[in-house]
């Protein structure tokens, strides 16, 4: 099955940008392929939420909160996904979760901290 490593989280003011990279190590292609791939995140006391997710035929799904801002994208060839958040905002800070589901079965990555802040 592998597993997932998320690079690109960092500390960064309200407007700016960044974008997060996930990448199935030891994932063979033929499950990372049509695998829906998915960025969670969890906030300091909530639960962790969806923020976006990617079917293997690169439907796309966004939480309210984060549409027109963050983009979801994979490249299957790489066996990675990646999110692009833009517009950041305070309200985005939270551990930001890198997610592999197949046939019912969920991978997740270590997570990667995002901060947003003046």
């Known amino acids: 099955q592998g597993r997932l490593v998320e690079s690109g989280g960092g500390s960064v003011q309200p407007g700016r940008s960044l974008r997060l990279s996930c990448s199935a190590v030891?994932?063979?292609?033929?499950?990372?392929?049509?695998?829906?791939m998915g960025w969670y995140r969890q906030a300091p006391g909530k639960e962790r939420e969806m923020v976006a997710t990617i079917t293997g035929r690169r439907t796309t799904e966004y939480a309210d909160s984060v549409k027109g801002r963050f983009t979801i994208s994979r490249d299957n060839a790489r066996k990675a996904v990646y999110l692009q958040m833009n517009d950041l905002a305070p309200e985005d800070t939270a551990v930001y979760y890198c997610?592999?589901?197949?046939?019912?079965?969920?991978?997740w990555g270590q997570g990667t901290q995002v901060t947003v802040s003046a």
């Open positions: 030891g994932t063979i292609t033929s499950v990372f392929n049509p695998s829906l």
């Open positions: 997610n592999r589901e197949l046939d019912g079965r969920n991978c």
